[in-house]
């Protein structure tokens, strides 16, 4: 049976500043000028895993990323948009809602966990254009908190 601790060694991943690890697997050489004026790669991807109560912490960046499930238990990607809070979740079990893949619009403050707290999710995510750190924003509890006010225990939980 593989482990999170395989895959993290035969994938070759690396601790995420986010929370979780990954490793990127590809960048386009061709680039494009992004909303902000900046120049990007046309397109990024990684394998990006969570294991057990570890957590991807509220972030947000300024492009798309679309988000693939591979294997291991369901992965809940927690998003806040105009006051509300949406929880997709990523598997395998379309009949019981979960998706094979899902997408999280540019801008958008949201983070990751393992359902449940116990096992393993590995994912991939492609950004379009293409991530660059320039561009990440790890989330402030407070200032999170402060426009999100009805959502304070999640942020709490992912900050």
């Known amino acids: 049976m593989t482990t999170a601790q395989d895959l993290i060694q035969q994938l070759q991943l690396q601790p995420h500043p986010e929370g979780g ?3 990127e697997t590809y960048r ?5 000028t992004a909303a902000n004026g900046a120049r990007r790669n046309v397109s990024t991807a990684i394998y990006y895993l ?3 109560d570890n ?3 509220f972030h947000r960046i300024q492009s798309d990323e679309l988000w693939f499930f591979h294997q291991g238990q ?6 806040l948009q105009n006051g509300q809070l949406t929880i997709l979740t990523l598997g395998h079990d379309v009949a019981r809602g979960e998706l094979p893949q899902a997408v ?7 983070g990751a966990r393992v359902k449940g707290g116990a096992g ?10 293409g991530f660059d750190f320039a561009d990440f924003e790890l989330a402030d509890r407070a200032r999170l908190t402060q426009e999100f006010p009805d959502q304070a225990a999640v942020i709490e ?3």
């Open 55 to 57: 957590r991807s912490h």
């Open 74 to 79: 369901p992965l809940e990607v927690l998003m």
């Open 28 to 32: 386009a050489e061709l680039q494009t």
């Open 157 to 159: 939980q992912l900050t």
């Open 104 to 110: 999280v619009p540019a801008h958008t403050w949201f």
């Open 50 to 52: 969570l294991e057990n």
């Open 21 to 23: 690890y990954y490793r």
């Open 120 to 129: 393993f999710a590995l994912v991939s995510c492609t950004v379009a254009p």
